[in-house]
């Protein structure tokens, strides 16, 4: 199964150039959040118009005295020093407490999945949507401030994280859900003169207790595009978020609740990095876990393969990235332009879909990269809680060092920086500018590894099948992207790129209608569409 996204049309409206020039340096922004001590001293660092929305309860779950901080990663250094970018002291759930909360989804289940109608529960994830909606300025400030990506990504993830919960709702009522099924006619003979004897009748069922390991760098839709199915099937829900974002999880814990879901049908395991290996073990290898859904790294991906493997659970992953971005000589450059931005720069480079890798037709490499430089120096880098706010910072400080790395190794051999390659340590150890870098070898890490920050690492081609060759040069297959006016080269090249996800003439090819996943290294099944119901159903 592969997706194909297209737009073969202007979809997006940025700044047009007038000369192919190389602009200077971007444009910073400093913009604190307010930080309350008496609100600290109760657990939260800032405030909130509805306030109990973090009122979700972990204490009472919780055995262990150990707490973890979540800080704000767009943070100055004499912040983090003194302690104001503290947004968060939570206590740390342990394995005992994974155990207690697996067992509590486990005698849920029965009522959930037997006792609920598939209008019933659509009823509820309709519900649960509205409320999100109803909050997001609050939601959209949480995330921003755990996660820090610009205020308007945040409430754009607020639209993109519902249009699940409202998409699984719908589904919920179909017969492809729980329940459904189809009937077909025996092969079998009744009778001497050849009379059918009886039918065969497929029915769809929850699978049963599920678990959902979620990344921090999309807080909410991460937990909706996995939890929505799964309780539109009738299927329990433990989601183990992010230590660096697990404040978006308790605030949408506490609309769930709001919205009449019952308390132990969607659970959290709330914990710190220390104790998460210890908990990804319990989901993994506990008998009453029917499913686990992870986004993450390959890396760990292939760890809890491993240890699912003795319970032959079923698995979701989606995985690691390293998408490549063709663009050919045909291409409208002003709207490749717009699709490269559109998919490098979000969240900071952040992204699993991000395009890394640009692979760039010899005859309008220059224009391409003038045209990508002048939008890049219009780009206003800072806090996340800014209104105007381009680009925020990356998740951590050894992120940021981590990139540095991959780009002067990338220089060291031989490529060219164009534009950015540096800190931007006037704003905090976690802001990085965003780069461009030409003439890069395939060689480098900077090529071969997912990169997860902003930078555009370019190669040139002459010929398709050798553009095609390099894209597919990777262990990855998560998505890909090309540029092109043929509509015969649009079938021609998406059919031999080896990608779950096709995105044509666009850069942002997630929907809550189209399927989501991966090939290779990058991950197993598929989630939104009527695909992602699939994962949770036995038949």
């Known amino acids: 199964m592969k997706c194909l996204i297209s737009s073969m049309t202007r979809s997006r409206l940025l700044i047009s150039l007038k000369k192919h020039t190389i602009p200077k340096a971007c444009v910073l922004l400093t913009a604190r959040f307010v930080t309350t001590t008496s609100a600290l001293e109760s657990g939260i660092s800032f405030r909130l118009r509805d306030p109990s929305l973090l009122s979700a309860s972990i204490k009472e779950v919780s055995s262990s005295q150990k707490y973890f901080e979540v800080l704000n990663p767009a943070a100055t250094r004499t912040e983090i020093e003194d302690g104001s970018a503290i947004l968060a002291v939570l206590p740390s759930m342990n394995r005992q407490d994974s155990t207690k909360i697996i067992d509590n989804a486990a005698v849920a289940l029965q009522t959930w999945r037997n006792e609920t109608t598939g209008m019933k529960r659509s009823h509820l994830l309709k519900k649960w949507s509205e409320l999100i909606k109803e909050n997001a300025d609050d939601i959209a400030q949480i995330m921003t401030l755990e996660s820090g990506k610009p205020i308007r990504e945040s409430y754009g993830e607020v639209t993109y994280g519902t249009s699940f919960l409202d998409y699984y709702a719908e589904e919920a009522i179909r017969p492809t859900s729980a329940g459904g099924g189809f009937i077909t006619p025996s092969p079998f003979e009744s009778t001497a003169n050849g009379s059918p004897r009886g039918k065969i009748m497929a029915i769809h069922e929850a ?152 692979i760039l037709h010899t005859s309008i490499e220059k224009e391409f990269i003038a045209k990508l430089c002048k939008q890049l120096s219009t780009f206003l880098i800072g806090s996340g809680m800014n209104d105007v706010t381009t680009m925020g910072p990356l998740i951590t400080e050894s992120a940021a060092i981590g990139i540095k790395k991959k780009v002067d190794e990338a220089i060291a051999d031989g490529a060219e920086r164009i534009y ?45 099948d050798e553009a095609i060759e390099l894209a597919n040069d990777t262990a990855y297959g998560l998505a890909s992207y090309f540029c092109t006016k043929n509509l015969e080269r649009v079938f021609r090249v998406a059919s031999r790129l080896d990608n779950g996800i096709v995105g044509i003439n666009d850069g942002i090819i997630s929907t809550a209608t189209a399927p989501f996943g991966g090939t290779k290294e990058s991950g197993l099944g598929r989630e939104g569409s009527a695909m992602g119901i699939a994962e949770y159903l036995e038949t």
């Open 420 to 464: 950015g390659g540096s800190h931007l340590n006037e704003l905090g150890p976690n802001f990085f500018t965003p780069t461009v870098l030409n003439n890069v070898s395939v060689l480098s890490r900077i090529w071969r590894e997912e990169t997860f920050g902003p930078v555009i690492a370019i190669a040139r081609f002459s010929r398709e």
């Open 207 to 358: 699978v049963g207790v599920t678990a959902m390991i979620t990344p921090w760098n999309f807080p909410l839709a991460m937990i909706t595009r996995k939890v929505g199915p799964a309780l539109a099937v009738g299927c329990t829900s433990i989601l183990k978020p992010s230590e660096l974002t697990p404040l978006t999880a308790i605030a949408m814990k506490t609309l769930a609740l709001r919205a009449g879901i019952p308390d132990h049908v969607f659970q959290l395991i709330i914990s710190d990095k220390a104790n998460t290996p210890l908990i990804g073990t319990e989901l993994c290898t506990n008998k009453m876990i029917r499913k686990i859904s992870f986004t993450g790294s390959t890396s760990v991906g292939k760890l809890l393969m491993k240890e699912i493997s003795n319970n032959v659970n079923r698995l979701s992953l989606e995985l690691g990235g390293n998408a490549p971005f063709i663009v050919f000589d045909d291409a409208d450059i002003d709207q490749a332009v717009d699709a490269a931005i559109a998919s490098k720069f979000r969240n900071a480079g952040q992204t699993c879909i991000c395009a890394d890798r640009f």
